[in-house]
């Protein structure tokens, strides 16, 4: 029996990766110091593969800013606008942040993680190739694995799968077709051959496929079995095609016919696999990802243990690993006192690594003592992933409580002008919360410095001369953990960071009980800002699907009744801020999108448990509701937009040229569209003219009556100085139209 995983975080312990990276950027570290601080790294996370006793040590997982952009650079799928950008490294960082040679590559979520990889651009004539000597440096596992040779243990090396690489490129500028794509695996077929012949001393070789999770067109099955054919001819080491982030389901068929030595299924979210997967691999190993890689709950093992028993004697042998790589929870929980003492079960990957490891020796019936403790200790209300339990606990309820009148607009003016929420976080800003979180500042301290921010914000939006105005998040370090941390049932972790992308890391909360509102959460700094002045106020909330989304949830319970808990603790603030006085109340789902499962037969009940937590917040509410979503593609969640209770949806839409407003028209849609008319993600100030454009393009979709005027999303990053210019310009965009209208 072996025991391994499909992969480490590579942050480390102390954000590792983060400082050389940033240091190097800023030119505080040589190229050398680099590559130095980060083989370091990666040596200590071999080392501790090695001291849970790991079976196997995986190699090629680790990457300095994202695997797949790696890949594309040691493939030679550089855009032609960043080939000179310089050496391997220099090409790396032009294509993940930009360069002399322009634009970086875009950035997409990693199926349905947080994780964001660079996605490949290809066109027909791109052409891949296998570096024919060592490149020094990921995803290139020739080096590591000798590296790794070295600490005397069986080495596997991995890399992105083929097929999932190509499938998560994009063809040409304009997206292109699947179709085209599927033309250029012949010739990536040659580079993974020759990638695969000079692997080394690996015994084995994992071909990591989460595009198994996705519905596949068969065209894409097809590939796959040439593909694996040419790969298998020139490979050194065994194959272990691998699955994460769902069930392969039916696929499985096609994977079994692939001249591989073994597959992974991912036990922990596509539970069935396993038994089908032991029926179509007899002979060949069967890998159970049995140990959740993306969620930081500690197993139960012994449920986990019964369940496999069967299959420990099994011909061609059982291993146990993570469910997917483990690169989607922080490094260990060594720090996390607080939530262990608070009865939290927390295992992070140090930890999960223990559990993987004494799980394949009870089954072998080889455990050590340290490994019966762990057993005896662990949970037991933590379920193994279970289909049967997510009906049977969900809340009963009305999923489509007859819908509010909707107030579209805004009482005697056109167009009214407004922001998302979040104004300029400016550097006193973030040195106060700084000196209040050391204890420097007090809580009394800290309050009067965010009113005057506040009231400064006030003033600033009414010499603009917007329409409803907001008091500019200041007091928000983050639009989840704000509510976090004032929410029963949520805890935040002390050093619980995940890469999001690059070296950027967040911390996402931990959804561990029941959720309830423990007292108001915004109402005292809404209620500041409406008194200040005599124009509409919008209170600002955060809505129960992004909070789950960024958030690492329960697995004890479904997801979305987390989603209705928090919509009730939600609609007890909204009511609050009604009785403050707040006319309007916006309530943000940016993360809507993301929450779409990743098979389409899901989709629909997701939708619809997601549009209902909305409308619970809304129920029985006389303010005008609003709501934002941004940077995803809505074309798939548009029929739940339109029946989302919201008055008012502000929408990214500036750098699509408002193309997502006539999904929206379709869909019925019927309340009223703040279709974003700047990007603000840049300090570029747009031109009045450029936004009436806009605009005018919108109202081909959107009547006038119920048409809103805003940025594509909040404006925290940005400096006042562009702000107020675009803003001013923004204003003057709306009241061009309404003069011209009337
Ligand atoms: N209200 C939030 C803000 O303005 C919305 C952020 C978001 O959409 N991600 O910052
Ligand atoms: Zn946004």
């Known amino acids: ?129 296998a570096p024919a000597a060592d490149v020094g440096m990921p995803p290139d596992a020739a080096l590591q694995v000798r590296e790794a040779a070295e600490l005397g243990l069986p080495v596997k090396a991995t890399l992105i799968g083929p097929v999932s690489y190509l499938y998560l490129g994009k063809m040409g500028v304009a997206g292109g077709f699947a179709a085209e794509k599927l033309a250029l695996v012949e010739k990536l077929a040659d580079a993974y051959a020759a990638l695969a012949a000079r692997i080394g001393k690996a015994d084995w070789l994992q071909l990591e496929e989460p595009v198994l999770s996705l519905d596949m067109p068969d065209a894409w099955l097809a590939a796959m079995s040439d593909i694996y054919r040419r790969i298998e001819k020139d490979a050194t080491a065994k194959l272990l095609i691998a699955n994460s982030y769902g069930s392969a389901g039916a696929r499985l068929e096609k994977v079994a016919d692939l001249p591989v030595a073994g597959v992974h299924v991912d036990v922990v979210y596509g539970r069935s696999d396993l038994a089908s997967a032991d029926r179509l691999f007899a002979g060949r190993v069967l890998s159970a990802g049995a140990i959740d890689g993306r969620n930081i709950w500690r197993a139960n093992l012994g449920a986990l243990q019964q369940h496999l028993a069967p299959l420990a004697e099994r011909d061609g042998g059982l291993w146990i690993g993570s469910s997917c790589s483990m690169q989607h929870v922080p490094h260990s929980c060594a720090s996390e006192t607080d939530l262990i003492a608070a009865g939290v079960p927390v295992a992070f990957a140090v930890e999960k690594l223990a559990e993987i490891g004494a799980l394949s020796r009870k089954l072998a019936g080889s455990s050590t003592a340290a490994d019966e403790a762990l057993f005896s200790s662990a949970p037991t209300n933590i379920p193994v992933a279970n289909p049967e339990w997510i009906d049977s606990q969900m809340p009963a309820g009305d999923l489509n409580p007859s819908r509010r009148s909707l107030k579209p607009g805004m009482d005697g003016v056109m167009f009214p002008t407004t922001t998302i929420g979040s104004l300029p976080q400016t550097s006193e800003i973030r040195s106060a919360r700084a000196s209040w979180r ?251 003219e450029e936004m009436v454009t806009l605009l005018k393009m919108a109202l081909k979709n959107v009547p006038a009556e119920r048409m809103w005027v805003n940025p594509d999303c909040g404006l925290k990053t940005r400096g006042w100085t562009e702000t107020e210019k675009s803003l001013r310009n923004m204003v003057a965009a709306a009241r061009q139209l309404r003069t011209s209208l009337s």
């Open 438 to 688: 050391k204890g420097e500042l007090d809580d009394a301290g800290y309050e009067k410095c965010m009113r005057e921010e506040i009231r400064n914000c006030i003033s600033r939006q009414e010499e603009i001369g917007l329409d409803v105005l907001v008091h500019g998040e200041c007091e928000r370090n983050d639009m989840v953990e704000y509510f976090a941390h004032q929410l029963d049932g949520i805890a935040a972790s002390e050093n619980g960071w995940v890469i999001s992308y690059g070296s950027r890391a967040t911390r996402p909360p931990i959804i561990h009980g029941t959720i309830k509102r423990r007292q108001p959460m915004t109402v005292e700094w809404s209620k500041y800002a409406a008194g200040l002045t005599d124009r509409p106020m919008k209170g600002m909330l955060t809505g129960p699907v992004t909070i789950i989304c960024w958030s690492f949830p329960r697995a004890d319970v479904p997801k979305m009744r987390t989603a209705f808990e928090i919509a009730d603790a939600l609609h007890e603030e909204v009511r609050d801020l009604q009785e403050a006085g707040l006319a309007v109340i916006q309530v943000d789902e940016p993360a809507l999108r993301e929450g779409l499962p990743l098979l389409v037969e899901d989709q629909k009940a997701y939708l619809a448990q997601a549009v209902a937590s909305f409308n619970r917040i809304c129920a029985d509410i006389e303010a005008q509701i609003h709501t934002h979503m941004c940077y995803s593609e809505f074309f798939d969640i548009v029929e739940g937009i339109a029946a989302m209770d919201a008055d008012v949806i502000s929408l990214e839409t500036s750098r699509s040229k408002m193309e997502e407003l006539a999904d929206l028209k379709q869909a019925r849609h019927a309340g009223g569209v703040g279709p974003g008319v700047y990007d603000v993600h840049s300090p570029r100030v747009p031109d009045v």
């Open 1 to 129: 029996m072996h025991s391994h995983i499909i992969g480490f975080p590579r942050l480390g312990a102390k954000r590792n990766i983060k400082w050389p990276l940033e240091k190097y950027w800023r030119g505080q570290i040589d190229e050398g110091q680099l590559h130095r601080s980060l083989s370091e790294l990666r040596q200590q996370h071999w080392q501790l593969q090695k001291n849970a006793e790991l079976s196997m040590i995986t190699v090629g997982d680790f990457a300095y800013y994202d695997q797949t952009l790696e890949l594309s650079e040691l493939l030679g799928v550089v855009p032609a606008r960043h080939r000179d950008a310089g050496d391997r490294l220099a090409r790396c960082f032009a294509m993940a942040r930009g360069g002399a040679g322009g634009r970086a590559c875009q950035m997409k979520k990693w199926f349905n993680t947080n994780y964001h990889y660079l996605v490949p651009e290809f066109d027909a004539d791109t052409s891949f190739a």
